[in-house]
């Protein structure tokens, strides 16, 4: 088994305050570890969408990265309600935010397809009513 | 330009400084999700949005400085974030178009 780096987060789905420290703490980490610029850029565009969406739509949850030598796992877990169209939640500008959420500036239908773009593979994994585990990996 | 030489000039408000930072290049936007995947590296940010994430944001897409035009004031949970960071957090009177040809015309960018 190849060794890595693993870092743990709470996503605290009550607290917009702390949305995007996990992806903040990643990016301070990839950048200590001396990866280059333009990746640790897509690593934190990608993971603080997938952060902020956790806030937004599933109460919080857990993210988790795996630093590797080449690249980066990340898996954001929630227990919230589920994407019941995945494909059409991927489509760019399609939006279930509510308007107090678009009043903080988010809801702009661009969460999932900007993790698309900055991602190298992106996998969402969801069951309405369970929960969804987007996986995405960002290689350097 | 380095920001604070800009807010001097501009005679912007600070309310939060930062690093030492050069402005090489713009960009306008309050939805945040445009602004991290487009907003160039090192670029003033002009907008009107007022709130936590604001902060967030700017650190992510690693800008020179947030530009908050047309006399918004931060909030406290704003400017909290801005100082713990650092971010540069400047306060303009104009609106967005007039405060980025003001910025353009000063920076040469």
């Not at chain 2, 908050?68 to 931060?74: D, H, Q, R, Y």
Request: hydrophobic share 45%; aromatic share 6%; charged share 25%.
């Amino acid at each position: 088994m190849e060794e890595c780096i693993r870092l743990e987060y709470d996503v605290d789905g009550n607290n917009f305050s702390s949305a995007g420290n996990a992806s903040e703490s990643v990016k301070r980490t990839l950048k200590q570890l001396g990866v280059d610029a333009a990746s640790v850029r897509r690593v934190a565009i990608a993971m603080y969408e997938g952060e902020i969406n956790m806030v937004i739509h599933a109460h919080g949850g857990k993210a988790i990265a795996e630093i590797y030598p080449e690249r980066i796992d990340i898996y954001l877990k929630d227990s919230g309600p589920g994407i019941a169209d995945i494909d059409l939640a991927m489509k760019a500008g399609y939006s279930t935010a509510t308007e107090n959420i678009r009043s903080l500036g988010f809801g702009a239908g661009m969460g999932l397809p900007n993790m698309k773009k900055y991602s190298d593979d992106m996998q969402i994994d969801s069951t309405v009513g369970v929960g969804t585990t987007v996986f995405l990996r960002i290689c350097f | 330009m380095k920001v604070d030489e800009l807010a001097a000039k501009a005679g912007y408000t600070v309310f939060a400084e930062g690093e030492p930072r050069e402005i090489e290049n713009g960009y306008c936007g309050d939805f945040l999700s445009n602004i991290i995947s487009r907003a160039p590296d090192s670029c003033a940010w002009l907008t009107v949005m007022n709130n936590v994430n604001v902060a967030a944001v700017a650190t992510l897409i690693d800008c020179a400085c947030i530009i908050l035009c047309e006399g918004v004031a931060p909030d406290e949970a704003l400017l909290a974030r801005a100082k713990a960071l650092p971010v540069w957090l400047l306060g303009a009177k104009e609106n967005v178009f007039e405060e980025a040809k003001r910025v353009s015309a000063l920076c040469g960018i």
